[in-house]
């Protein structure tokens, strides 16, 4: 059974949809995983510190660029701005895995319209995954962190295809709520390249009214069941404000029947 294209569409967009929920799910377990190792080094670098010989291998290590086993600057304030990127790491995240399932709608469109709108596609979604990617993928991490990163890095470029290709509507072809929009519109609006748009609209009127020709007396309201306008001029009158147009056939004859005479 083949489906429509739509359908193919919406399975190929879910599909990237759940694979960029597990990759930022493996981001955020790989930083919370670095963030403990970062910790644990700076603590064995204090103590180290702290019993200081004048061995030439202590001092280099002392002196390094980074703090040994971490993601750690040794500078000023080192710890602290290492400390403080993971945890935006972490909270951009979070971000992202919660627009990606939509939730709360509300907060994503007063706060971040560009994540939760569906006036705008996943290019700004696959270009913040890069750029976290790019974050973790700047620094000397572990294999877990790696592996998670990268995989992260190149769902983000294939969110920025799909936005490239879609564009704007990107989001509604891969909304769950859209197939029941889809089905409100299930009527064809062309038919050999003519809009019959406002010939679909009026079916509805014309049946309405046609329906109400045939309404009993007990159906119909106390006024419009005690007026009658008959056959005549009236009647015309009253059925051309309606909207009914009343023709008067065409008189002939057939063609078998005699010519009528002119002389009387």
């Known amino acids: 059974m083949m489906l429509p294209p739509r359908a193919y569409t919406f399975i190929g967009l879910n599909g990237l949809r759940i694979l960029s929920i597990i990759a930022l799910l493996l981001v955020f377990s790989s930083n919370i995983v670095t963030l403990v190792h970062d910790v644990q080094a700076v603590n064995r670098f204090q103590e180290g510190k702290a019993a200081t010989t004048t061995n030439a291998t202590a001092e280099d290590i002392l002196n390094a660029d980074y703090i040994v086993d971490s993601t750690v600057p040794n500078q000023p304030a080192g710890v602290f701005w290492a400390v403080v990127n993971r945890l935006l790491i972490i909270f951009q995240v979070i971000v992202l895995i919660l627009s990606e399932f939509g939730w709360p709608s509300a907060f994503f469109n007063r706060f971040f319209p560009i994540l939760g709108n569906k006036d705008f596609g996943l290019g700004p979604l696959g270009i913040v995954q890069c750029l976290l990617g790019a974050a973790v993928l700047s620094h000397h991490v572990d294999g877990f962190s790696l592996v998670a990163a990268f995989f992260l890095f190149?769902?983000?470029?294939?969110?920025?295809?799909?936005?490239?290709?879609?564009?704007?509507?990107?989001?509604?072809?891969?909304?769950?709520?859209?197939?029941?929009?889809?089905?409100?519109?299930?009527?064809?609006?062309?038919?050999?390249?003519?809009?019959?748009?406002?010939?679909?609209?009026?079916?509805?009127?014309?049946?309405?009214?046609?329906?109400?020709v045939f309404k009993s007396d007990s159906e119909k309201p106390p006024m419009e069941g005690k007026i009658g306008y008959g056959f005549g001029v009236q009647g015309e009158k009253a059925a051309g404000l309606r909207g009914y147009l009343i023709s008067k056939p065409i008189e002939s004859l057939p063609r078998y029947a005699p010519k009528r005479s002119s002389s009387g």
């Open 154 to 212: 190149s769902i983000g470029i294939l969110n920025i295809l799909c936005g490239l290709i879609f564009r704007e509507s990107a989001k509604s072809k891969r909304s769950i709520t859209s197939w029941r929009d889809h089905a409100k519109n299930a009527l064809p609006t062309h038919v050999a390249g003519v809009d019959i748009r406002p010939v679909a609209s009026a079916v509805p009127s014309f049946a309405s009214n046609v329906s109400s």
